[in-house]
């Protein structure tokens, strides 16, 4: 059963209320009776000044408003800690709501309810930029949400985001705050509503694209904007979210670009021009509630409520968002025109020997000129491994993507065998992410944990075809590729709702060159092993780590046997590989004998006559420098 909110969601645009900060600062409060000596805090007068907060509330509640947002914005404990407030952030969050209940219930007609939404700002400290650490930003909003929760709030809206990172977690505590009170999305809807500044993009750099495609896996009910601008400078993110998000929007502008008059910004949008731009937003992008943020007054909000005049919203015909991971920055999708997702191999400190080395010097900006290095030579994705002996692995592994994840524009894939070095990546990566790997190799219980921190975090999985058969080990036959690929598509969708479109099916490639007859067969097994799995699955994506089919060949050899692989790969409907980039040749850039000695190898068509791998030595070919 939808809550009444939800329900009044669907037949009913929301007029939401303006703003509370502007109104606060209309009375001349006093620092020490007022503010209890906590200059600026608003979120305390909650405790001493409970009349005027709600006041406030119903001045907007008789302007019009269907929900108003509890005097809370600043209320997670992180915050509150700076004013000496940390004990009182449950306390503070639920006086709030409390506050807001009375309000809007005192207002409440069976014809027009009014709601109470919690609000959640997005504090002082960035995460991305490492001011605050997820563990403790998760149970900090966490915290204040229960008191949102338990004080009454009808919804949970995280508003005025900037990081992607600090949604990311504040939507994993409204989720901790609802299983602790015996609650789910469906009791309180979560919001979410970004702030996309003058520049075009969120204060961190994210634009509105990344922002749906790094959200969408979470159950937010609403996605929306507020903050920052005026509803003209909104209007091409709210189309984008009107062409391309699946449920309700939101959208919430400051009363126009603030101007300084006297020293004193000043917003300068009337009440008038306000709602006229508003019913646009609902007409032209069918957006489901509306209201106001900085320099918004009851006034906006009546002129608003009136020309809004509880009228249905409209539904959309929804283009989603095609599967991707983002950078902070941007989306790059899983599937790629005419060629594979490129995922760069060379930060792994297994797969390369200056990784490794820079990784022991610590020598991070080289690190991060080598990612960038990687995406000039058309990486779309970046694969980071850290796995190695003697290093503790979750901090390396921290300092890489906290460091790549700002400085380079390449959605990451996280690589490693132990969960907690992915765990490590992912608190620390704002966009979305691929994890890689899981498998059942040890069993059930470990491929749903990577499941579980697939949700978590909304990052896409890899997922290798091995079992726990300690006989077989990886599957070396088509047959039991398909066979493993088919169990964990079945667990990680079913069991674990993860998206079809966000598991990458790794059937695993072997060397073939080691010269032991049971090897030779690897590379066919794999390109029939992908044939069947994308035909079984076409909406699943495939990987492959390319560059393990030719260890042990000499440099130029391993280019040409990758490099006719792939095509081979590709025309059987593999679409994305971790390789190094810059040493991928076209097919038309190889000799015919070389790619004839390549397939032969791929398809174990042995040649008695020739010796060796019939593949060019350095010597006779030189490395070619650029694909
Ligand atoms: N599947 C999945 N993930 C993977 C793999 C896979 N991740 C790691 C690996 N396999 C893919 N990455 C690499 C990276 C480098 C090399 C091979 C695979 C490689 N490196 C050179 C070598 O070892 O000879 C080193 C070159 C250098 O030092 O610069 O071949 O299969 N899901």
């Known amino acids: 059963m939808p809550s009444a909110f939800l329900d009044h969601l669907t037949r009913r645009v929301l007029v939401l209320d303006g703003a509370m900060g502007t109104q606060v600062h209309e009375h001349d409060l006093d620092v020490e009776t007022d503010y209890l000596g906590c200059e600026n805090c608003t979120d305390v007068l909650v405790k001493s000044r409970p009349d005027l907060v709600q006041l406030i509330h119903e001045n907007y509640l008789e302007a019009g408003a269907d929900a108003i947002e509890t005097n809370s914005f600043g209320g997670a404990r992180h915050v509150l800690g700076e004013f000496d407030l940390h004990d009182e952030t449950y306390d503070l969050a639920k006086r709030a709501a409390r ?44 915290e204040s949400m229960r008191g949102l929760i338990e004080g009454g709030a009808d919804a949970i809206l995280i508003e005025t985001c900037q990081d992607l990172l600090q949604v990311k977690g504040a939507i994993n505590a409204a989720l901790g705050a609802l299983d602790d009170t015996g609650k789910t999305p469906d009791d309180i809807p979560i919001m979410v509503s970004v702030t996309i500044e003058q520049t075009g993009s969120m204060l961190m750099g994210t634009s509105i694209e990344a922002a749906l495609v790094a959200l969408k896996g979470y159950p937010i009910a609403c996605l929306g904007l507020n903050c920052a601008t005026g509803p003209t400078e909104m209007a091409e993110h709210v189309h984008h979210l009107a062409r391309h998000w699946d449920r309700h929007i939101s959208v919430l502008p400051n009363a126009g670009l603030p101007v300084m008059v006297e020293g004193r910004a000043e917003f300068p949008l009337r009440p008038k021009p306000f709602a006229e731009a ?37 539904s959309r015909d929804v283009t989603p968002p095609k599967p991707a991971a983002t950078s902070l920055y941007a989306p790059t999708d899983f599937r790629q025109d005419a060629s594979f997702l ?20 610590e ?33 390396d592994m ?34 979305k992410c691929i994890i890689n790997s899981a498998n059942f190799e040890d069993g059930e219980d470990k491929f749903d944990q990577l499941c579980r921190l697939a949700k978590t975090y909304n990052a896409a999985l890899v997922i290798g075809t091995i079992d726990e058969d300690r006989e077989a080990a990886m599957a070396r036959t088509a047959d039991r590729k398909l066979a493993i690929a088919t169990r964990a598509i079945e667990r990680a969708t079913t069991q674990h709702a993860i998206p079809i479109a966000d598991i990458f099916i790794d059937p695993l490639v072997l060397p073939i060159s080691t010269g032991m007859d049971a090897d030779r067969r690897s590379a066919l097994e794999l390109i029939e092993g992908t044939r069947r799995i994308a035909q079984a699955f076409p909406d699943v994506q495939l990987t492959c780590g390319l560059s393990n089919v030719s260890f042990g060949l000499k440099p130029a050899a391993r280019v040409i046997l990758n490099s006719v692989f792939l095509h081979e790969l590709t025309q059987a409907g593999m679409t994305s590989a971790i390789v190094h980039a810059s040493k991928i040749l076209p097919l038309n850039k190889i000799e015919d004998a070389h790619k004839l000695a390549a397939l032969n190898l791929i398809y174990d068509r042995r040649d008695k006559s020739a010796g060796g791998t019939g593949l060019p030595t350095p010597a006779q070919r030189p490395e070619p420098a650029m694909a």
């Open 99 to 142: 506050i807001a209940r009375a309000a809007a219930d005192k207002h409440s007609t069976p014809d027009k309810p009014r709601f109470v939404l919690g609000s959640m700002g997005p504090g002082t400290k960035l995460i991305t930029l490492a001011q605050i650490d997820w563990p403790t930003l998760v149970a900090s909003y966490r």
């Open 363 to 395: 020598d991070w900006d080289a690190i991060v000129s080598l990612a960038r290095e990687q995406m000039r030579d058309g990486s779309h994705v970046l694969d980071v491994n850290v796995d190695y002996a003697g290093r503790d692995n979750a901090i």
């Open 278 to 314: 508003m019913l646009r937003f609902i007409d032209n992008d069918r957006v489901s509630a509306v209201g106001g943020c900085c320099g918004t007054t009851p006034e906006h909000i009546r002129q608003l409520a009136q020309a809004v005049n509880a009228r249905a919203p409209q």
């Open 342 to 361: 490129i995922i760069g191999e060379r930060c792994n400190a297994s797969g390369s020997r200056k990784f490794k080395r820079l990784l022991e010097e």
């Open 398 to 431: 921290t300092e890489v993507v906290s460091r790549i994840a700002r400085q380079v524009d390449a959605p990451l894939m996280l690589d490693s065998t132990q969960t907690a070095t992915l765990e490590a990546g992912l608190m620390h990566a704002p966009g």
